[in-house]
């Protein structure tokens, strides 16, 4: 509320200023341009990666890693089975309060088809130090055509807050020649 009303009763119906036209065009077409350059930077920047979502029930989710686990178990890390499953299988990562389930082996220029989901609330898989980002969603699985281009140990970082043992929730992926 103002303290004097306007002088003109119509202070809206004003023609616009060309220095506001302008800025408005440039805003716009800036607009545009970033709009474009999303799709761009996809297939040039590899900066975005091309993710698939599908409805899944997490007990079956479970079930299907649980079976993978079994099968490709190399060792032990931690209490955490390591699996090393056969290059362009369907791999399995569980996220839940508060862990990624389980640590897996990939062969570096292999392509896999790597699914997560969540057991119980909202996570975030970011794999460092790569910096690759994906929200895992309750009641979906995102699924990734992955294949590594080096080797090395990365870790699975949860960034979204998940709760008091969010911090605590670090997942591992190893790649071997
Ligand atoms: Cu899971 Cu934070």
């Known amino acids: 509320m103002s303290i004097t009303p306007p002088s003109e009763r119509i202070w809206w119906k004003e023609p616009i200023h060309k220095v506001e036209l302008i800025w408005i065009i440039i805003a716009f077409v800036w607009g545009l341009i970033m709009f474009f350059m999303m799709i761009y930077w996809h297939s040039v920047g590899e900066q975005n990666l091309s993710n698939e979502a599908y409805r899944i029930d997490p ?3 479970a079930e299907k890693a649980q079976a993978m686990t079994e099968q490709h178990k190399v060792r032990e890390e931690g209490g955490f089975p390591v699996v ?3 290059p362009g299988s369907d791999v399995y990562l569980i996220a839940r309060l508060w862990q990624w389930w389980p ?3 990939f062969k ?3 392509s896999y088809r790597l699914h997560i989901a ?3 609330w909202q996570h975030g898989f970011s794999l460092q130090p790569v910096n690759i980002n994906l929200q895992i969603h309750p009641g979906y699985e995102m699924v990734v055509t992955l294949k590594p281009n080096q080797t090395g140990e990365f870790s ?3 960034n979204e807050f998940c ?3 969010h911090h605590t929730m670090i997942g591992k992926i190893y790649v071997v020649d």
């Open 59 to 61: 007990a079956v989710f």
């Open 84 to 86: 090393h499953p056969p």
């Open 103 to 105: 640590i897996l082996e």
């Open 108 to 110: 570096k220029d292999e």
């Open 118 to 120: 969540s057991m119980d």
């Open 156 to 158: 699975v970082v949860c």
């Open 163 to 165: 709760g008091i043992g």
